[in-house]
C-alpha cells in the first residue's frame, strides 16, 4: 500500500511540474502574471542594482529598454505605456497618469517629454499599445527612448504594465485592476540645485492647504513636511505631518491639514511650517501669524525671522564690545605713558 502511495506522489510530481516551472516569476494568482525590467548597459555605474532604469544619458541621443512580460495560466491582454512621473500629496511618485492628468501636479513643463519621446513596441507607438500574450507565454517588448529635445538634470518618467481585468474577476462589486510600474530615470549627470518652495494654499476657516514646489531639474528624496496652526491658548486646530518621501523634478504637490476644529471669527492663529531635505541637511521654517475676521475671510501675515534677527544683533553686540574693549585698552596705555612721563 505505502509503494502506491509514493507511486501516485511521484506521478503527480511529473505532472504539475511543467505547470510550476511556467508559473514560475509570477508576482502571484491574483495578478497571473509577472513583469520585469530589462537591465540596459547604459545604466549609471553606482545604480547597476536597482530593478528600473537610472540611465546616464551625457552622450547617447537614443536608447533601446526592454521590458519582458510573463503570462500566467490564461491568455490576457495587457495595456504597456510611458508616463511622466509625478508626486501626489502623500509624497508618493505615481506612474500612472496621462498627459493632461499629469499637468495638475507641474509646476511647468519638464525638460523631457515622457508621452511624446517614448515609443513602445516593435512599431515604435507613443503614448500606449496593448499586447495579447497566450497562456503561459513571455515576450520582450522594446521601448524606445530618443533624446532630440535638450535635457538639463534628471527626468523621470515610468513604464507601466497593466493586465485588463475580466467581468468574472469582480468581487462584491470591486473589480481590481493589477499592473506594475517600472521608474524610468534620464540622468545627464549635472549638478542640480537642491531647494524646494514651502507656501500658503488654500486658508479657509475649516480646511487649510500647503503648497510644495521642487522648481529644479532634479531628484529629491527623504523629503518631509510638517506643519500646525495653534489657537493664542496653545489649543492645536490643524496639523500637518507627511512622511519623508520623493519629489520629483517641477513638482507641484497640493498638501492638505488636518483640520481638527473651525478657525473661529475675530480670532489669532500661528501657523508653523517646515519642509526638511536630508541628502543636504537643508531645513526650512516658516511662521505665518493667521486673523479671521467677521466674514470668516483670512489674513496671512509673515512672523519675522526672530533667531537670525537675534543672532545679527549678538554678531553686532560681540563687535562693539570687542571695540569698546580695545579702545579702553589704549586709552589705559596712552594715560600710563603720559603718567610716566610726568
Not at 164 to 174: D, L
Not at 193 to 198: N, P
Not at 299 to 325: G, M
Request: glycine content about 6%; charged content about 25%.
Amino acid at each position: 500500500m505505502k509503494k502506491i502511495v509514493l507511486l501516485i506522489l511521484g506521478c503527480a510530481m511529473l505532472v504539475l511540474a511543467p505547470k510550476a516551472e511556467a508559473e514560475e516569476g509570477l508576482d502571484n494568482q491574483a495578478m497571473d502574471f509577472s513583469a520585469q525590467a530589462i537591465p540596459s548597459e547604459a545604466q549609471k555605474q553606482n545604480r547597476k542594482d536597482l530593478s528600473y532604469w537610472w540611465l546616464d544619458i551625457s552622450d547617447e541621443k537614443e536608447f533601446v529598454l526592454y521590458i519582458e512580460i510573463t503570462n500566467g495560466k490564461v491568455e490576457n491582454t495587457f495595456d504597456i505605456s510611458a508616463n511622466q512621473a509625478i508626486t501626489n500629496e502623500n509624497l508618493v511618485i505615481d506612474y500612472s497618469l496621462e498627459n493632461r492628468e499629469s499637468q495638475e501636479y507641474l509646476y511647468r513643463a519638464p525638460s523631457f517629454d515622457f508621452y511624446k519621446n517614448v515609443k513602445i513596441g516593435e512599431e515604435g507607438t507613443r503614448g500606449k499599445i496593448k499586447v495579447t500574450l497566450a497562456p503561459y507565454e513571455r515576450r520582450r517588448i522594446p521601448i524606445t527612448i530618443s533624446l532630440s529635445q535638450e535635457l538639463s538634470g534628471q527626468a523621470i518618467g515610468g513604464i507601466n504594465v497593466s493586465r485588463h481585468t475580466k467581468e468574472a474577476e469582480r468581487t462584491g462589486g470591486i473589480l481590481n485592476v493589477y499592473n506594475r510600474a517600472f521608474a524610468l530615470v534620464l540622468d545627464t549627470g549635472e549638478v542640480q540645485a537642491s531647494s524646494l518652495k514651502l507656501s500658503l494654499g488654500k486658508l479657509e476657516v475649516a480646511a487649510q492647504t500647503l503648497q510644495l514646489i521642487n522648481p529644479n531639474h532634479r531628484i529629491l528624496s527623504g523629503i518631509s513636511v510638517d506643519a500646525v496652526i495653534t489657537a493664542d491658548s496653545g489649543e492645536k486646530v490643524s496639523e500637518l505631518k507627511t512622511r519623508q518621501g520623493v519629489i520629483v523634478p517641477q513638482a507641484k504637490i497640493t498638501l492638505p491639514l488636518n483640520n481638527e476644529k473651525r478657525l473661529e471669527r475675530g480670532e489669532e492663529y500661528k501657523l508653523s511650517m517646515r519642509v526638511k531635505i536630508p541628502e543636504e541637511e537643508k531645513e526650512q521654517r516658516i511662521e505665518y501669524t493667521l486673523i479671521v475676521d467677521n466674514e470668516d475671510n483670512i489674513t496671512a501675515e509673515p512672523v519675522h525671522d526672530q533667531p537670525q534677527i537675534t543672532k545679527i544683533f549678538v554678531i553686532a553686540a560681540s563687535i562693539f564690545f570687542i571695540i569698546s574693549l580695545f579702545s579702553f585698552a589704549v586709552f589705559k596705555g596712552r594715560k600710563k605713558q603720559t603718567d610716566n612721563s610726568m
